[in-house]
């Protein structure tokens, strides 16, 4: 998305998308994706989901 659109999305997708990890007993993670100067280049989202043989790789 372009930076002008900030606001004009329900917001809702990162929460649907934790019920359905949640669901699936993983977990999901939100933070930062740093610029080599330190700054902030944008978002870095983690899932984790165990895998259907039951194997934690």
Same mark, same amino acid.
């Given at each position: 998305? *372009?930076?002008? =659109? !900030?606001?004009?999305? =329900?917001? +809702? $997708?990162?929460?649907?998308?934790?019920? &359905?990890?949640?669901?699936?007993?993983?977990? &999901? *993670?939100?933070?930062? *994706?740093? *610029?080599?100067?330190? $700054? &902030?280049?944008?978002?870095? !989202?983690?899932?984790? +989901?165990?895998?259907?043989?039951?194997?934690?790789?």
């Amino acid at each position: 998305d *372009r930076p002008d =659109s !900030f606001g004009k999305h =329900s917001g +809702l $997708g990162l929460a649907i998308s934790r019920q &359905i990890v949640e669901a699936h007993g993983g977990t &999901i *993670r939100a933070g930062n *994706r740093m *610029r080599p100067d330190g $700054g &902030i280049a944008g978002a870095r !989202f983690t899932v984790e +989901l165990p895998s259907a043989d039951g194997d934690s790789r």
